[in-house]
Structure formats: structure tokens, C-alpha cells
């Protein structure tokens, strides 16, 4: 959530970054001052009402005390009183209307993020490794799976529907064993804290983190209660600390988790339907990170090179893209995408997102920090995927295939794997 008093003292600059991003939001803008003026004229309103109210009540004090009569002045007193009342009602209007509109609107880019539309503008930052070269045409995953008896998408879709994975024997052992490399990763080399949240999420985590009012056509819902699937680690982890205080010598704080992650990609019939790239459930490992607001840019490139370390290690192919503009996520200020290369289709795959959201989330959650000089201030909030297991399975079976047509996995996953580094159909 935007700070109030930003718009206040910037509305230029606000419309102006707002505008870069392309949504047409900065409309609202308008509709928060006009609101912001009206709230601060009530107050002030209330405030000398409050202050003559104070007055008056110290003159009945003094007439009674000498046993005059104050009955004209308590009755005035009493019509002053139903009118701060009515006046606080007022703002409490005012201040609920602010916050709905505050809640649509989505964080500002930082500086040096590039403008642009969408993902055709974003700019490459860099390469690690090389593609694979195969001596036969690479193979899709969905049929290297099918082929290995690894993989079962007609029983998923019987089970749930389109758009679920159905994982066989040992490909049940490598997703499983996948989660685990993830955890130990980021917990034994990066300093992550491990957590094991719930992941069923009540509204007012899912409003902290930004999913909610905006994306809730997105979201699973319970239908007896308001609780939703988590769409991501990201969400519970991020309200751990919500509605606290920190010390300022406990941040950075770093948190690591593994949920499954729920989608109803609503609007995205049709798009990448085959396979499991674009799916409604996948695993994913999450880092979250709570930083005092002077370094958390610092802390951004760190979760970046722990996300990247994931494929390195993996011996995959993959780009890092800054995104622009147009194309950052709704509480985002700063992200990276990191692009894995998958030969089956030829094409490179979101397989992480590192964002920096600053405070936008912080002030939502009410996640405040007592800094040095012991005022209180949000923290900067950060997440990235470490990474998301579904399109980190496709690029491994489609970069790891063989002319045999088994899959040859990479030695740092054969303990994850029952010391197996070779799947074949048995």
C-alpha cells in the first residue's frame, strides 16, 4: 500500500510512475487526495469542537462548583457532542473508503526499472551456461514422462481436471527429492530459516501480501470459510511478523519455505495448456526476507544469486531478465526473472521471480521495525522463488533426456533420489 502521505506531498510523481506502468491507475490519484483533503478538514473539524468541548466542560465545572446554574451550557455541550460524534463517523467513512482504493492500487516502480509495455521490453542482464546440444530432436517433457512412466495426465485430469500433475514412482521420488535439494540448499549455504506454514490462509494475509481485493478471481476459496489456498509461500511466510514490532538488530530476517502452490489462472484458458507449464497446482520453494529499508536492494541481489545458484548447481541453461514497467508484479517495485532454457520446447521458462516490494506490503501487514533512533518504521519486504519445482522439472527432463530415451539426472540429486542417477521405464 502506497504511503498516504506520499500522494499528499507528490501526486505528480506518483501519477507519473504510476502512469509508466501502464494500468491506468493513476486516476486514482485524484479520488485519494480529494479524499485525503475532506478526511483532514473533518478532523480539524473534530479536533476544535474537542478543543471547545474541553473548555466549556472546565466553565461547568467551575459554575457548579460554586452552585450556579450550567444548564444552558450542558446542553450546548451536549449538541457539541453529537456533532464530533457524527464528525468521527465521518472519518471513519473517509478513512474506509481510502484504504478500499489504497488496496487497488499497485507499488511504484523503482528509478532504475525500465519502462516498457510488457515482456518484449524487458532488458536481458545476463547468461550462465550453454544449451544443450542433442544429436536427435529434443523431446517435449509430457512425452518423455509419459514414456518413463513417470508421469500420468489423463488420470490427473480424471482425478481433478485439466491443468494437474499426476506424478508416478520415481518421478514422485524427484519432484519429492527436488523439494528437499531446494530446502537444504537455502537453509545449510544461504542462511534461511526453514518453515512449514499452514496452507490455508485467512483474508486479511492474503490483503497483507497484495493477492487480495485486486486478483481474488485468481485465488481458491473455501466455500464455508474465508480462508484460501495459498497461491504461494509468499503469503503466509510474509504475515509471519504481521502486527509486530521488530528490533532493528534482528533484521535481516531470512525464512525459506515449501507449500504447494494454488492458481485458477483465471483468464488464461488456452495458454500453454499441454504439459505441466502452465498448471493450477505446483510445488515451489519460497524465500522470504524481512531487511532494514537501507539495504534491501543489497538483499535483493543476494536472493537473486541464491535463486540462480538452484540452476547452476543443476547444470541448466537459464537468463536473468529485469522486468519493466508494464510487466512487474502488482506489489513489486524491482524484479528479476530468471528464464530456465527447456529444449522440448524450445523456448525459455519463468522458473523464479526475485522481488524487492519495499514497504508497499509492509505497511499493508503492519510489519514495523524500532530503528537505532527508536522510531518506529516498515521494513522492506522480499520474495523469490527458490525456485518454482514445476518448470524446474520440465527443463531436467528436457535437458537431461537421452538418445535411449531414459533420463540421466545430475550426480548432486542422486541422494535425493535413493542414490538413482538413471530413470528408466521398468
Known amino acids: 500500500m502506497l504511503d498516504i502521505k506520499l500522494i499528499r506531498d507528490n501526486p505528480d510523481a506518483v501519477r507519473k510512475r504510476l502512469a509508466d506502468r501502464g494500468r491506468g491507475d493513476e486516476a486514482a490519484v485524484d479520488k485519494i487526495a480529494a479524499l485525503d483533503q475532506r478526511r483532514r478538514k473533518l478532523v480539524s473539524d473534530a479536533d476544535a469542537l474537542k478543543a471547545q468541548r474541553n473548555i466549556v466542560s472546565k466553565e461547568i465545572g467551575a459554575l457548579k462548583s460554586k452552585g450556579q446554574?450550567?444548564?444552558?451550557?450542558?446542553?450546548?455541550?451536549?449538541?457539541?457532542?453529537?456533532?464530533?460524534?457524527?464528525?468521527?463517523?465521518?472519518?471513519?467513512a473517509v478513512d474506509e473508503e481510502l484504504r478500499a482504493i489504497l488496496l487497488t492500487i499497485p507499488n511504484l516502480p523503482h528509478p532504475i526499472v525500465p519502462?516498457?509495455?510488457d515482456s518484449a521490453d524487458n532488458p536481458e542482464i545476463r547468461r550462465w551456461g550453454q544449451?544443450?546440444?542433442?544429436?536427435?530432436?529434443?523431446?517435449?517433457?509430457?512425452?518423455?514422462?509419459?514414456?518413463?512412466?513417470?508421469?500420468?495426465f489423463p488420470r490427473a485430469t480424471k482425478i481433478s481436471g485439466s491443468g494437474f500433475?499426476?506424478?508416478k514412482g520415481a518421478g514422485a521420488r524427484l519432484e519429492r527429492g527436488l523439494i528437499n535439494f531446494l530446502l537444504d540448499l537455502h537453509t545449510r549455504e544461504h542462511g534461511y530459516t526453514e518453515m512449514f506454514p499452514p496452507f490455508l490462509i485467512n483474508r486479511a494475509s492474503m490483503i497483507g501480501t497484495g493477492q487480495l481485493p485486486k486478483f481474488e478471481e485468481d485465488m481458491y476459496r473455501l466455500r464455508d470459510d474465508e480462508l484460501y489456498l495459498a497461491p504461494t509461500a509468499e503469503v503466509p511466510v510474509s504475515n509471519i511478523h504481521r502486527d509486530e514490532i521488530l528490533r532493528h538488530d534482528q533484521l535481516p530476517l531470512y525464512y525459506c519455505a515449501y507449500t504447494p502452490c494454488f492458481r485458477r489462472e483465471a483468464g488464461a484458458a488456452g495458454k500453454e495448456t499441454r504439459g505441466m507449464i502452465r498448471v493450477h497446482q505446483f510445488d515451489k520453494v519460497e524465500m522470504v526476507k524481512f531487511s532494514h529499508p537501507d539495504n534491501s536492494y543489497d538483499e535483493l541481489e543476494k536472493m537473486l544469486a541464491n535463486a540462480e545458484k538452484v540452476l547452476q548447481l543443476l547444470g541448466l541453461h537459464y537468463r536473468v531478465i529485469l522486468l519493466c514497467t508494464g510487466d512487474m508484479g502488482f506489489a513489486s517495485a524491482k524484479t528479476y526473472d530468471i528464464e530456465v532454457w527447456a529444449p522440448g520446447q524450445n523456448a525459455y521458462l519463468e522458473v523464479s521471480s526475485c522481488s524487492n516490494c519495499e514497504d508497499f506490503q509492509s505497511r499493508r501487514a503492519n510489519i514495523r521495525?524500532?530503528?537505532?533512533?527508536?522510531?518506529?518504521?516498515?521494513?522492506?519486504?522480499?520474495?523469490?522463488?527458490?525456485?518454482a519445482l514445476a518448470r524446474l522439472y520440465v527443463a531436467l527432463l528436457e535437458t537431461?533426456?537421452?538418445?535411449?530415451g531414459s533420463l540421466l539426472l545430475p550426480e548432486i540429486l542422486a541422494p535425493y533420489c535413493g542414490g538413482v542417477r538413471e530413470i528408466?521405464?521398468?
Not at 71 to 90: F, N, P, Q, S, T
Not at 400 to 404: A, F, G, K, M, R
Open 69 to 92: 446554574d450550567a444548564a444552558d451550557k450542558v446542553a450546548a455541550m451536549k449538541k457539541v457532542g453529537d456533532d464530533i460524534a457524527a464528525l468521527d463517523r465521518e472519518v471513519a
Open 424 to 426: 528408466r521405464k521398468t
Open 115 to 117: 519502462t516498457g509495455k
Open 131 to 152: 544449451k544443450p546440444e542433442f544429436a536427435f530432436k529434443p523431446k517435449p517433457h509430457w512425452e518423455i514422462g509419459e514414456a518413463l512412466d513417470i508421469l500420468d
Open 165 to 167: 500433475i499426476l506424478y
Open 369 to 387: 521495525f524500532k530503528d537505532k533512533d527508536g522510531k518506529n518504521r516498515f521494513v522492506h519486504l522480499l520474495n523469490g522463488s527458490g525456485t
Open 400 to 404: 537431461y533426456q537421452q538418445p535411449d
